[in-house]
């Protein structure tokens, strides 16, 4: 199962930053989850629209040159895209970074992934499941058919559920077509470990802190 920090390690530093990024990194993730917003033009890692305001955020071409240094290696990331409209420009930095082949675009915007993939049908792609996206899906007649048919079309490569949707059933469905399943944003031991013993990909936490004792 891969540890993946959302925000970096936002229980212990403010999440979206370097420090947090560090923390987690120290802390033994796996991965990290960074939210990608476009705020005047450019493109910033701010989970709401009040953090892509706050003075001295972190803008991405930062985050991205921070985390392809050598120390954070061996790490994947999830790029969580909040808005429509900045795909193109979010490709170009990813590529300038060299870090493309370890990045996994994950949104609740369909939008967003699809075009994303008709950009670059090499990246990676995840939908996250839950809120919105979810009332949105139920009015298919069952959002499991309707995301397990994406996958195994390869609509997308991943599927991103808020923890309480998910259990052992879908973790299976999900693996036999191809993708893979994180569980997100879970702050307790207890949690992680049914998780764990559901078989997903990965957990998303704000405080990886909790992986060491789960």
């Known amino acids: 199962m891969l540890r993946v920090g959302h925000g970096g390690a936002g229980a212990v530093a403010r999440a979206n930053t370097l420090a947090s990024f560090d923390a987690a990194l120290e802390l033994g993730v796996d991965m990290i989850e ?57 490709l170009d930095a990813l590529e300038r970074s060299g870090l493309t082949d370890r990045v996994l675009v994950s949104s609740q915007l369909m939008g967003v992934l699809d075009r994303v993939r008709a950009l670059d049908p090499s990246v990676r792609t995840g939908v996250s499941i839950g809120g919105r996206v979810l009332r949105h899906l139920q009015r298919w007649g069952g959002w499991r058919a309707g995301v397990l048919e994406a996958v195994a079309a390869r609509r997308f490569d991943a599927v991103m559920a808020h923890h309480t949707l998910v259990d052992a059933t879908l973790s299976e469905a999900v693996r036999e077509r191809g993708g893979e399943l994180f569980a997100w944003t ?22 990886p802190r909790l992986f060491a004792t789960a």
Do not use: M, W, Y
């Not at 990608?36 to 709401?48: E, I, K, Q, S, Y």
């Not at 009040?50 to 790490?75: I, K, M, N, Q, Y």
């Not at 790029?79 to 795909?87: L, M, P, R, S, Y």
């Not at 207890?190 to 559901?198: C, K, M, Y």
């Open 34 to 90: 960074f939210d990608v917003r476009v705020r005047r033009g450019r493109l910033v890692v701010a989970h709401t629209p009040f953090d892509a305001r706050v003075p001295g955020c972190l803008s991405l071409d930062r985050a991205l040159a921070h985390l392809a240094t050598p120390r954070f290696a061996e790490l994947r990331f999830d790029a969580d895209v909040k808005q429509i409209g900045g795909e193109a420009a979010l």
């Open 186 to 207: 879970v702050d307790d031991r207890a949690g992680i470990a049914r998780l764990r013993d559901a078989g997903v990909t990965g957990v998303i936490t704000n405080d």
